[in-house]
């Protein structure tokens, strides 16, 4: 089965330009996660969805970040506008969560590397 | 306070030894979940073990072994038989109150710590 797919894996862009980035999650997963991993802050939790719902927001840095979750098999994460400081590996993971016990264990995306020159 | 303890930055082992990484944490929720990743130079991030703070057993998967000690809330992994494809960023994270109805899926990780295996 295929993993949790992420594109672009790469992306270099000025800063002010809008910067979009997509993610499938494992078929089945019912949470999706977008983290944020820099040198300085490690991993960051900037958002969550279940069952397509954003659950917590609360890790997203400021109103240029915006995240959507249209279906079970999408999800975006955009940036607009981008600013230097937006340069970091942006991860997305899934994990089937049911609403009893569970590991919910998230399974990780190859990441996209953002830069913003 | 951190909520995980990662308190090795760096570690050195020789090959085909056994490493121990060191994880603390910090909750007062009794149900939990402990994770461990590791992330390869390559950059993705690859699940390696699994323990949840009810399991009477600690946790193995192949040459990766969960040292689970409750009361003093470490879980340290251990890889036997060190091979150099186990040079890499090892993370430990933590999952709070999914089982106590709060619903809370993230995960909370450490700083992480760098294994070298030399030849």
């Known amino acids: 089965d295929a993993g949790v797919i992420q594109s672009p894996r790469h992306e270099v862009t000025e800063m002010g330009q809008e910067v979009t980035l997509r993610c499938k999650p494992i078929s089945g997963h019912n949470s999706l996660f977008w983290y944020r991993q820099t040198m300085m802050r490690g991993l960051e939790l900037l958002i969550y969805f279940n069952n397509n719902v954003p659950i917590d927001d609360s890790g997203m840095p400021e109103d240029r970040f915006s995240a959507k979750m249209p279906n079970a098999s999408f999800s975006t994460l955009k940036i607009q506008p981008s600013e230097p400081r937006d340069s970091a590996v942006y991860f997305c993971a899934s994990s089937f969560s049911p609403p009893g016990p569970s590991t919910d264990t998230q399974y990780f995306g190859p990441g996209t590397r953002l830069t913003v020159l | 306070a951190q909520k995980i303890t990662q308190t090795q930055p760096g570690m050195f082992v020789q090959e085909k030894e056994a490493v121990t990484l060191d994880c603390t944490y910090d909750t007062s929720d009794p149900s939990y979940g402990l994770f461990w990743y590791k992330q390869p130079s390559s950059g993705e991030m690859i699940f390696l073990i699994y323990?949840?703070?009810?399991?009477?057993q600690n946790a193995t998967e192949g040459r990766y072994s969960l040292n689970f000690q409750k009361a003093r809330k470490s879980a340290n992994l251990v890889i036997s038989a060190s091979q150099l494809g186990d040079s890499a960023m090892y993370f430990c994270?933590?999952?709070?109150?999914?089982?106590?109805?709060?619903?809370?899926?993230?995960?909370?990780f450490g700083k992480g710590t760098k294994l070298s295996v030399i030849p």
């Open positions: 994270a933590m999952r709070e109150g999914r089982y106590s109805g709060a619903g809370s899926y993230q995960l909370t």
């Open positions: 323990q949840g703070s009810y399991d009477q």
